[in-house]
C-alpha cells in the first residue's frame, strides 16, 4: 500500500540543514493557522459556554479525522507510539482548548495570545524530559530571553497586572508544551497526520457525551459570527494546523522549530487589527523585531540528542 504524502515518516535528522529549514516551514505555516485561535476562542465563547467551546470543538474535529484515517486506511500507533498520541490527547485535543476557553472569559484575545510565546519553552522542556532532545546552555539562554521579552509585553499591555485568565493560560501553557513535544515524538515515525487524527479520535468518545449535555442546555441557536469560529477552531486550529505543525517539529527537531511560536502572538495581534479592526501599537512591532532575532540565535544554538 502506498502512504499518502501528509503522513511522511521519514525525515533528515533534527538539526540536518534540509531538515531544519524544511521545519521552519511546516512549522511557520502551523503558527499561521494557529495565530487565529484564541481570537476566534474569544469570539465563541461571547455566546458558547466555555467548556462546550473547549471540547467541541475536539469532537467536531474527530469526523474528518475519522474520515481520513478510513479513506487511507491508516496503520494504528504501535506500542511505542501510544503513550505520545494518548498524551498529545490529554495535552492539545482536551487541556489547551479548554483551558484557553476558560481564560477567554476574562482575558482579552490581544494580551492573552502574548503568553502562548512561553510554549515553545515549555515545548522544549518537555522535549528534553521525554524525546530525547539535549539542548545547550546557549538554547536555554535564548529560550529565556523569549519567554522574558513575551511575559514583559504581556505585563505591559496588563498594565503591570496579571488577570485570574491568565492562571489558565499558563495551565494551557503547560499542557499544550506536553502535547506538542509528546505528539511530535510520536510523528517521528507515526507521521504528523495520523498522530492528530488518533489523538482526536481516541478523545471522541470521552468528550462525547459532555459535548452533546452542554449543546443541549443552549438556549438559542449561536450566530453565524459564532458558527464559522467553532469551524475554524475545529477545523483550522484542532486539525489541519497540526498536520503542518507536527511536520515541521518532527523533521526540525521539537526545541529549535518550537522556537517558531514565539512569533504566534504578534501574528495574532496583526491579525486581530486585520480582521477585527483593532489597533496595533508601535511597541508591537519592536518585541516582534526582538523575537524574531531570538528565534535567530536559538536556531545557531546547538540542540544535541541523546545516542
Known amino acids: 500500500m502506498t502512504r499518502p504524502a501528509f503522513y511522511?515518516?521519514?525525515?533528515?535528522?533534527?538539526?540536518?540543514?534540509?531538515?531544519?529549514?524544511?521545519?521552519?516551514?511546516?512549522?511557520?505555516?502551523?503558527?499561521?493557522?494557529?495565530?487565529?485561535?484564541?481570537?476566534?476562542?474569544?469570539?465563541?465563547?461571547?455566546?458558547?459556554?466555555?467548556?462546550?467551546v473547549g471540547l467541541g470543538r475536539a469532537l467536531l474535529a474527530a469526523v474528518p479525522a475519522i474520515a481520513v484515517l478510513w479513506l487511507t486506511r491508516a496503520r494504528r500507533p504501535n506500542r511505542e507510539e501510544w503513550p505520545g498520541v494518548i498524551l498529545a490527547a490529554l495535552g492539545i485535543v482536551v487541556g489547551w482548548p479548554l483551558a484557553s476557553s476558560l481564560a477567554m472569559q476574562t482575558v482579552p484575545a490581544s494580551q492573552g495570545a502574548v503568553f502562548n510565546g512561553l510554549l515553545p519553552l515549555s515545548t522544549a522542556a518537555f522535549a528534553a524530559l521525554r524525546s530525547g532532545e539535549r539542548p545547550s546552555p546557549a538554547f536555554w539562554a535564548w529560550a529565556v530571553l523569549g519567554a522574558a521579552l513575551v511575559t514583559a509585553y504581556a505585563l505591559r499591555q496588563g498594565e503591570?497586572?496579571?488577570?485570574?485568565?491568565?492562571?489558565?493560560l499558563l495551565l494551557a501553557v503547560l499542557l499544550g508544551g506536553m502535547g506538542y513535544a509528546e505528539?511530535?515524538?510520536?510523528?517521528?515515525?507515526?507521521?504528523g497526520g495520523r498522530t492528530i487524527c488518533w489523538a482526536l479520535v481516541i478523545s471522541a468518545p470521552v468528550v462525547?457525551?459532555?459535548?452533546?449535555?452542554?449543546?443541549?442546555?443552549?438556549?438559542?441557536?449561536?450566530?453565524?459570527?459564532?458558527?464559522?469560529?467553532?469551524?475554524?477552531?475545529?477545523?483550522?486550529?484542532?486539525?489541519?494546523?497540526?498536520?503542518?505543525?507536527?511536520?515541521?517539529l518532527a523533521v526540525g527537531g521539537i526545541a529549535r522549530v518550537g522556537q517558531v511560536q514565539l512569533l504566534q502572538p504578534f501574528l495574532t495581534v496583526v491579525a486581530a487589527a486585520l480582521l477585527f479592526g483593532e489597533s496595533v501599537e508601535p511597541a508591537t512591532y519592536v518585541f516582534a523585531a526582538a523575537v524574531i532575532a531570538v528565534i535567530a540565535g536559538g536556531r545557531r544554538a546547538i540542540v544535541r540528542t541523546k545516542e
Open 8 to 52: 511522511p515518516t521519514s525525515q533528515a535528522a533534527p538539526g540536518a540543514p534540509a531538515g531544519l529549514w524544511e521545519g521552519y516551514g511546516y512549522g511557520f505555516l502551523g503558527v499561521l493557522v494557529f495565530s487565529l485561535t484564541l481570537p476566534m476562542t474569544r469570539l465563541a465563547v461571547g455566546e458558547l459556554a466555555p467548556l462546550l
Open 160 to 168: 503591570g497586572a496579571l488577570q485570574t485568565g491568565y492562571l489558565w
Open 183 to 191: 505528539g511530535a515524538r510520536a510523528s517521528r515515525t507515526l507521521g
Open 208 to 248: 462525547a457525551a459532555p459535548v452533546g449535555w452542554m449543546a443541549a442546555q443552549q438556549a438559542s441557536w449561536p450566530s453565524a459570527p459564532v458558527i464559522y469560529a467553532s469551524a475554524y477552531l475545529a477545523l483550522g486550529s484542532m486539525f489541519l494546523g497540526f498536520f503542518a505543525w507536527y511536520r515541521g
